[in-house]
């Protein structure tokens, strides 16, 4: 997720005077069988892991340039919530509260 956040902020600055619309695409590649696991003080037998489910995973979402920092982290939270359904872990809430404390750390000026 940080790698996702890093490029839009790049995609941004690159692309400052400019007025357009812009596809973004995140893929993964050899994936299949790849798993984590999020909360590491439960004993690994009973933490429960998400395994990817595919050999390629992509997300994708669109945003208007002149925005993209208002709407930051809503775009990362979506490219990470398509991914993480790849890997069986569809509780939007969890990745939205995943998601706001890694921006939070990283980018605290772009937190909402």
Same mark, same amino acid.
Request: hydrophobic letters at 50%; charged letters at 25%; a negative charge.
């Given at each position: 997720?940080?790698?996702?956040?890093?490029?839009?902020?790049?995609?941004?600055?690159?692309?400052?005077? !400019?007025?357009?619309?812009? #596809?973004?695409?995140?893929?993964? +590649? =050899? &994936?299949?069988?790849?798993?984590? /696991?999020?909360?590491?003080?439960?004993?690994?037998?009973?933490?429960?892991?998400?395994?990817?489910?595919?050999?390629?995973?992509?997300?994708?979402?669109?945003?208007?340039?002149? !925005?993209?920092?208002?709407? #930051?982290?809503?775009?990362?939270? +979506? =490219? &990470?919530?398509?991914?993480?359904? /790849?890997?069986?872990?569809?509780?939007?809430?969890?990745?939205?509260?995943?998601v706001r404390d890694i921006i939070?750390?990283?980018?605290?000026?772009?937190?909402?």
């Amino acid at each position: 997720m940080y790698q996702i956040g890093s490029l839009l902020r790049i995609a941004a600055f690159l692309l400052d005077k !400019t007025i357009m619309n812009i #596809f973004i695409r995140v893929r993964l +590649e =050899l &994936v299949e069988g790849y798993e984590f /696991a999020l909360d590491t003080s439960i004993p690994e037998t009973l933490r429960p892991h998400h395994q990817a489910l595919e050999h390629m995973i992509v997300a994708e979402t669109d945003a208007f340039r002149e !925005t993209l920092l208002a709407e #930051f982290t809503d775009h990362v939270m +979506e =490219l &990470v919530r398509q991914l993480m359904w /790849a890997f069986n872990w569809a509780d939007d809430r969890a990745i939205q509260s995943f998601v706001r404390d890694i921006i939070r750390t990283q980018w605290p000026n772009l937190s909402t």
